[in-house]
């Protein structure tokens, strides 16, 4: 009988293997998710019969998703979104798309899916609401087969309500900012969010991979099913699979669980983000109906007390940022391209982490960093109950928190650059209250669904309400993805901080609070320890204020008033907040540490929103390692020093001043034992690094001509830098990163324009207006020139130079064939750049 039982799971086994090779062909796939991004209607205003299929849309406006129409807009100090919230325009908007759909696939189900609305959307078909959303970050579904007319028109109406401000704490955009999908499916289909891929008992020599798998049945009558999943490698190369044979229940949904084992693995790593696939296939009577993909990952990683974070078996540190989910000049409309080109920067300066601050993120950006290698915490919300502004998600937390956190983690939990969920940012619930800690447990029971066992806790005095709240989000998360640790970015270090005495969070995270790290194995015994956010210098690109020994805390505290009439922060990094630290300090912190984690510095990029330490006109922040436009800052090159091994000498800052006066000029460098530098050829000394140091300095005097750095190792010079005094502006110069982009109407061009003197030398302090046009198969996206205080339009076809520097995206208008990009200023040479589209 065991012999009989081996070759029956033999021959079942050879059958899956060959079903899977057979039907793994393009054309046998039944076509299910469709980009519905095109060729929609757009007004700015408000009409309660805009849902109507009949409504007359003529007059409005067509255009393409995603769209932010805020970022159209003009800056203003009275829009009510505030400097906090990039001062400009708010509002409510409508958009509407019609399309008609086949007879023949009558018996289909239609899904349509939103990957983000901000904010408060509402969604019609054919007039009949499907339902709201307020929460602005988070994805989300309809179906809309009980209400299609098959062989007809159909029309999707959405109302997008963000005239209520201010709701954010940053620049969150308005409208229909993220993709839109429409997904065709047979009536018995993988269910929506469907597929949980886990690995377990992960070697270099082996793992086995747990497939979940939830099948909805629509049919209306039982059906049986046969479910083949197939594990892909990167060329697309079947690995191994697994077949099941199951009953689909009428008006169900169905989970199956598969194994599939994986010899020698690809393990996926930040150096090394190797990808599968999964390819899962329903048949129902021999018959394909649909099939589903879904990339994977597989890993083992571990948070320790001691040693850190722990990789495939190796330490590694989180070098990570903080990043909020604007594009600069492109707003909060989403563009995958845009979205690699950041990461791209923020990979070669040696960073290997990305916290989604402080919402769920675009699909896009997380499908990038699988691809790429960073370790994203992934969180989830700004604020819980108590609110931050007037009008924010504390509105609807009440209702809305548990679905909202159901659809993040269900959405987010495949992706393996994913490694921790944070369940908030700086709440107020870290701290007692009279909103939330005064409830009757009755009422909180009631208001939040936190469960008896937690009102047993509660009447015992062995946690509050807030403890509790976060013990239940937590349990939220945990039901759904059991793999990842759950943490909170706390702002309140003290163990008596509610969050942390719930004793649900797996990995301590604070933000700040250099001088608790200490303590933090004493108050957290057998807790892993992570900095959430850390820093907040603040630098403006270009821009030096001297001596840079001296520091700059500015504002004196978080809620005084500042001001200072430069309207700029010094790159020295010599400028923070109260509550932050130097870059440098917190290097040495984190990397002498082996108990820290690692970190995530607030931010990788400016952004639009939050422009501490000043107010209007300010309206963009500083706190970036590279700026709005995408330029890095200075310290950019302090952390490629020290986060990555290719040699690295940065000199700064330019070589422009007045005669005789006093400077401090800086060296970031490594791979090396010292930096010589040079005045116009005479030896201004040479510097060597101490222990704890990351950079070197000379205090000089300016005189016109040539700065120079020479790094040596062991006599042997390894690099040389020089920067020269500039002359007058005499020409402008066109760089394009890309000189071919895709013809699908999305692909980009950033292109960067320095304004140069007749030798070609960068002049450091020009502020030319920069006038663009353009002919051919292109458009101009956006201009930035980095400052965060232009008053500028970013959607315009002229931009004044900052700092010697601006920037024109050139998207592709969805056809082929050349772009020629044509910048002009008066007095200067003009300069003409030719993209090609195919």
Not at 74 to 103: C, H, I, M, Q
Not at 561 to 582: A, I, K, L, Q, R
Not at 611 to 616: E, R, S
Not at 629 to 654: C, I, M, N, R
């Amino acid at each position: 009988m065991c012999q009989i039982m081996k070759l029956f799971y033999c021959v079942c086994g050879l059958y899956s293997l060959l079903l899977m090779q057979a039907c793994s062909s393009p054309k046998e796939i039944p076509s299910r998710r469709m980009d519905f991004t095109e060729g929609w209607s757009f007004y700015l205003g408000d009409d309660t019969t805009a849902a109507r299929p009949g409504y007359d849309d003529s007059a409005w406006r067509r255009l393409n998703l995603p769209h932010d129409w805020a970022i159209e807009g003009e800056f203003g100090k009275d829009n009510p979104s505030g400097p906090n919230g990039g001062a400009l325009p708010g509002g409510v908007g409508w958009y509407r798309k019609t399309f008609r759909l086949d007879k023949a696939d009558e018996g289909k189900q239609l899904r349509i899916d939103f990957d983000g609305v901000y904010m408060n959307s509402e969604v019609f078909i054919n007039g009949h609401s499907l339902g709201v959303r307020p929460y602005g970050y988070i994805s989300f579904s309809y179906d809309l087969t009980p209400y299609l007319r098959w062989g007809k028109k159909n029309v999707i109406a959405v109302r997008v309500d963000n005239s209520q401000q201010p709701n954010s704490r940053w620049y969150s955009g308005c409208g229909i900012y993220r993709n839109v999908w429409l997904t065709k499916m047979d009536p018995v289909h993988v269910a929506h969010w469907g597929i949980y891929v886990t690995a377990d008992s992960v070697t270099k020599n082996n793992a086995k991979l747990i497939l979940r798998t939830k099948i909805e049945n629509q049919l209306g009558i039982d059906a049986p099913i046969e479910l083949v999943s197939g594990l892909l490698d990167e060329h697309n190369r079947l690995v191994a699979s697994v077949s099941s044979l199951l009953t689909s229940k009428k008006g169900q949904v169905t989970e199956a669980v598969q194994t599939i084992p994986v010899k020698n693995p690809e393990l996926w790593d930040v150096s090394h983000p190797y990808l599968y696939q999964v390819k899962t296939e329903l048949r129902v009577n021999g018959k394909l109906v649909d099939t589903y993909i879904t990339p994977t990952g597989i890993r083992n990683f571990r948070f320790d007390p001691q040693k850190g974070f722990i990789l495939n078996g190796r330490r590694v540190k989180i070098n990570g940022v903080c990043m909020h989910h604007d594009l600069g000049c492109l707003g909060a409309a989403i563009n995958t391209r845009a979205i690699e080109r950041q990461l791209k920067i923020l990979k070669n300066m040696g960073c290997n982490g990305i916290r989604c601050s402080h919402n769920p993120p675009a699909p896009e950006l997380l499908d990038l960093c699988d691809k790429m290698g960073f370790i994203v915490m992934d969180e989830a919300f700004d604020m819980w109950r108590m609110r931050k502004t007037i009008y924010d998600y504390a509105r609807y937390f009440d209702q809305w928190y548990e679905r909202d956190l159901t659809d993040w983690v269900l959405r987010d939990r495949n992706h393996p650059s994913v490694f921790m969920w944070s369940i908030g940012n700086e709440v107020l619930e870290q701290w007692s209250d009279a909103k939330t800690d005064t409830l009757s447990l009755e009422k909180a029971n009631l208001v939040l669904n936190l469960g008896q066992d937690s009102t047993l806790l509660a009447k015992k005095g062995e946690m509050s309400v807030n403890s509790l709240l976060c013990k239940k989000m937590t349990e939220i998360v945990k039901s759904l993805d059991s793999t990842r640790p759950v943490t909170a970015g706390c702002n309140e270090p003290n163990p008596n901080n509610h969050l942390f005495r719930s004793g649900a969070l797996d990995l301590i995270g604070y933000n700040y609070h250099d001088n608790w790290f200490a303590s933090v194995a004493e108050n957290f015994p057998g807790k892993p320890f992570i900095v959430t956010e850390s820093v907040s210098g603040l630098m403006t690109r270009g821009y030096y204020r001297m001596p840079s020994n001296k520091m700059f805390i500015w504002p004196e505290r978080w809620d005084k008033p500042f001001y200072d009439e430069s309207f700029s922060c010094s790159s020295y990094d010599n400028c923070h907040v109260p509550w932050g630290t130097s870059h440098e300090m917190m290097l040495r912190d984190v990397k002498n540490n082996d108990f820290i984690s690692g970190q995530y510095i607030w931010t990788g990029f400016d952004y639009i929103g939050e422009p501490t330490p000043y107010g209007w006109p300010a309206r963009s922040s500083y706190f970036g390692i590279i700026d709005l436009a995408g330029f890095p800052k200075d310290v950019y090159y302090l952390y490629q020093s020290e986060w990555t091994d290719k040699s690295v000498l940065h000199l700064f800052p330019h070589w422009n001043w007045v005669p005789g006066q006093d400077i401090d000029m800086w060296a970031y460098y490594n791979n090396a034992d010292e930096v010589e530098l040079f005045i116009n050829g005479k030896s201004q000394g040479i510097r060597k690094k101490g222990k704890n140091d990351c950079h070197v300095v000379w205090c000089v005097k300016y005189e016109p001509g040539v700065v120079k750095a020479i790094s040596r190792r062991n006599g042997e010079t390894v690099l040389e830098r020089e920067i020269h005094t500039a002359g007058p502006p005499a020409q402008v110069c066109l760089i394009p990163d890309r000189t071919e982009i895709n013809a699908d109407g999305k692909d980009l061009s950033f292109v960067t324009v320095e304004i140069r003197d007749k030798d070609g030398h960068i002049c450091p302090n020009a502020n030319n207006l920069v006038t663009f046009s353009v002919e051919g198969a292109g458009f101009i996206a956006g201009v930035d020139n980095g400052s965060p205080i232009s008053m500028e339009r970013f959607k315009a076809n002229h931009r004044r130079a900052f700092y010697g520097k601006c920037l024109a995206v050139i998207q592709n208008n969805g056809t082929l064939g050349g772009i020629k990009l044509i910048a002009a200023s008066d007095g200067l040479k003009a300069d003409v750049v030719t993209i090609k589209a195919k």
